[in-house]
């Protein structure tokens, strides 16, 4: 089982960057796959989650800029960002999880960094 997020990189306030997360492995299409991110010195948070029937469900500090999608054919997710902003800068990692109480499977991160 293997997830592999990508996407990341340097980008100036007000751009965006489309991070994906591809599974490989095993069949992810019933699980939750979800995001989360860290800052330099803060711990890691949640960033935004997508059920198998493509709920899904944002940090407050994403809603109306991060898109969160998924294509269970193609055993990948994606977030869409916009608007970035200087506080977005961190690393993203990307999980998937059988139900909300199961504990993550986790990618390797990719790094997001925001200018201003």
């Known amino acids: 089982v293997q997830l592999q997020a990508s996407g990341g990189g340097l980008v100036q306030a007000g751009g965006s960057l489309r991070l994906s997360c591809a599974a490989s492995g095993s069949d992810f299409s019933g699980y939750i796959w979800g995001w989360h991110r860290q800052a330099p010195g803060r711990p890691r948070e949640f960033v935004?989650?997508?059920?198998?029937?493509?709920?899904?469900n944002y940090a407050d500090s994403g809603k109306g800029r991060f898109t969160i999608s998924r294509d269970n054919a193609k055993n990948v997710m994606y977030l869409q960002m916009n608007s970035l902003k200087v506080e977005d800068t961190g690393v993203y990692y990307c999980y998937v999880r059988r139900h909300s109480f199961a504990s993550q499977i986790w990618g390797q991160g990719t790094q997001v960094t925001v200018s201003s």
């Open positions: 935004a989650a997508i059920t198998s029937g493509g709920s899904t």
